[in-house]
C-alpha cells in the first residue's frame, strides 16, 4: 500500500523539486535528482523522494508480538509511541531506507506513511543531512458548476452517543423537532426549513454497557459465557432502536449520510464500512431515497460544494506519534493533511487498514472545499490556501454532540459556517 502511495504521489514531488532545486548549489557542488533512496552517495548533495517511516521503540510490532510468550497478558495500549531522543526518522522507498537528521527536520510534524521530497546529503555515518524538505502540497479543486444560484444548508455532528439515557433522549427529540421546523419561533422555523441535509460523522451508538450485565460478577458473566451467537441477556437492544427511531422521524423530510465510527457496529479496519442495513428496522426503507449509509472517511458533492468527512480516527491516530495534543496542533495536522495529500497517512502501520492492491483510497486526488472531522475535544475552523489562492479549503473540528449538544451549519450559498447547541436538563438525572 506504501508502494502504491510512493507511486502516486512521486511524479507530483518529481515536479516540485525540479522547480524548487534544480539550480541549488552547497558550494560548488549543484544538487542532483537521485531516483532511489539506495543511489544516494557519501557528501553528494541530491534530493530523493520516498516514504517518510517513524522508527519508534514504543510503537506495537506484530513480529514482536508474535514472539513472545503467548501465556502473557497483552500489554494495555500506549496512547502514544513517541519518545523524544530516541525515536528515529527514515525515509524509504522499493530499494531501502535512510536515516534522516538535520535542521531541515527540525519545524516539520511528519509521522508514517506522508511521502516526501528531501534535499541534503549524506554524511560519514550514513545519516542523511536534510536540508530542505518539501511535500505535495494542494491537490487542484474541482471545479463543479451551478445551475442556479444555490440556496440551503447543511448541518453536520457526530457523536450523537445513544445509550438508552433520558436526558439524551431529550436532546435528540430538541434537535429533530429543530431539523423539522417544530421548534423555536417563526424565525428558528424558517431556518431549520432551509436544511437541505444533516451529516452524521460517526459514534452514534455510546459505549455503556447493558445495566443487567454490568451488575453481573466476573463468575456469573463466564457462567453465561455462549460458544457461538450472543447471550441475550448481555445484549443491550435500546441504543439502536432508539438510533432507528431519531432516524425514521427525519428521513421522511431530511436527506442523512450516516458514517460509522469507532463505537458503532461496523468493521474496525479503514476505510469503514456503512451500517448495515439490517441494524435499521425502519429506517432502512429510505435505504434508496433520502437514507444514505456511507463509509468512513466519506466524500461527496452537495450542490456545488465539495466534502470531505471522517470520523476522526485518522486525526486521533497521528497523536500517538506527537508530544503535545492542542486544539490549534490539530488543526496543522488537519492543514498538513491536506497538503501531504493523505487522509490517513498512518493507515496502515498503526491505524488498521484494508491491503489494498491496486489504488491507494487515502490518497486526494482533489482538494475539498470542506473537510470535516468528528468526534473532537472541540469546535475550531482554519481556512488553508494554495499561494496563488487558486485552492481553499474550510477545516472544521466538530465535537460530540453527546457531550456539548453542537451541531454545524453550513450555509451553501454563502459559505458562511453557523453554530446550534441543544441542551436538555432533567431533575434528578
Known amino acids: 500500500m506504501y508502494f502504491l502511495r510512493l507511486s502516486a504521489l512521486k511524479p507530483i514531488l518529481t515536479e516540485i523539486a525540479e522547480s524548487e532545486w534544480s539550480n541549488y ?55 502514544r509511541f513517541c519518545e523524544p531522543g530516541v525515536d528515529r526518522v527514515m525515509l524509504e522507498d522499493e530499494s531501502g531506507r535512510l536515516i534522516l537528521t538535520g535542521i531541515g527536520l527540525e519545524n516539520e510534524d511528519l ?68 431539523l423539522l421546523g417544530e421548534a423555536g419561533g417563526e424565525e428558528d422555523q424558517a431556518e431549520a426549513a432551509t436544511i437541505s441535509r444533516l451529516i452524521i460523522a460517526g459514534n452514534s451508538l455510546g459505549t455503556s454497557q447493558n445495566p443487567i ?50 463505537t458503532d457496529p461496523a468493521n474496525v479496519s479503514y476505510p469503514q464500512q456503512p451500517l448495515h442495513s439490517a441494524l435499521f428496522r425502519t429506517a432502512k426503507t429510505y435505504d434508496t431515497t433520502t437514507l444514505t449509509r456511507a463509509t468512513n472517511p466519506w466524500s461527496g458533492t452537495i450542490g456545488t460544494h465539495t ?17 503535545t495534543d492542542t486544539t490549534q496542533r490539530r488543526l496543522d495536522m488537519c492543514e498538513k493533511m491536506l497538503r501531504w495529500r493523505i487522509v490517513a497517512p498512518t493507515a496502515p502501520d498503526t491505524l488498521w487498514s484494508y491491503p489494498m492492491r491496486e489504488t491507494d483510497p487515502f490518497v486526494m486526488t482533489e482538494t475539498p472545499r470542506w473537510f470535516i472531522v468528528g468526534n473532537q475535544k472541540e469546535f475550531a475552523v482554519r481556512t488553508v490556501e494554495s499561494a496563488d489562492g487558486s485552492v481553499r479549503c474550510t477545516v472544521v473540528l466538530v465535537p460530540p454532540f453527546e457531550e456539548t449538544g453542537v451541531v454545524l451549519v453550513v450555509d451553501l450559498g454563502s459559505g458562511e459556517l453557523g453554530l446550534m447547541r441543544f441542551a436538555a436538563e432533567v431533575e434528578g438525572v
Open 213 to 262: 450485565a454490568e451488575m453481573l460478577t466476573d463468575d456469573a458473566k463466564t457462567q453465561r459465557a455462549k460458544k457461538y451467537g450472543y447471550d441475550a441477556k448481555a445484549y443491550n437492544p435500546v441504543p439502536i432502536t432508539h438510533l432507528d427511531s431519531f432516524l425514521s422521524t427525519l428521513l421522511p423530510s431530511i436527506p442523512i449520510t450516516l458514517l460509522p465510527g469507532p
Open 25 to 79: 548549489f552547497l558550494g560548488s557542488s549543484r544538487a542532483r535528482s537521485v531516483p532511489r533512496v539506495l543511489d544516494v552517495r557519501q557528501g553528494e548533495v541530491c534530493w530523493v523522494i520516498g516514504t517518510i517511516y517513524l522508527d519508534m521503540p514504543l510503537k506495537p510490532n506484530v513480529l514482536d508480538d508474535l514472539a513472545k510468550d503467548h501465556s502473557l497478558a497483552a500489554p494495555p495500549t500506549r496512547e
Open 111 to 178: 509521522v508514517t506513511g506522508v511521502v516526501m521530497a528531501v534535499l541534503g546529503l549524506e554524511n560519514s555515518e550514513g545519516e542523511f543531512q536534510v536540508l530542505d524538505i518539501r511535500s505535495p502540497d494542494l491537490a487542484p479543486m474541482r471545479k463543479v458548476e451551478a445551475e442556479s444560484e444555490e440556496k440551503g444548508r447543511v448541518a453536520v455532528t457526530s457523536g450523537l452517543g445513544i445509550y438508552g439515557d433520558l436526558q439524551e433522549k431529550l436532546g435528540l427529540h430538541l434537535l429533530s423537532e429543530w
Open 307 to 323: 466534502f470531505l468527512v471522517t470520523s476522526g480516527q485518522n486525526l486521533d491516530d497521528i497523536f500517538r506519534y506527537l508530544d
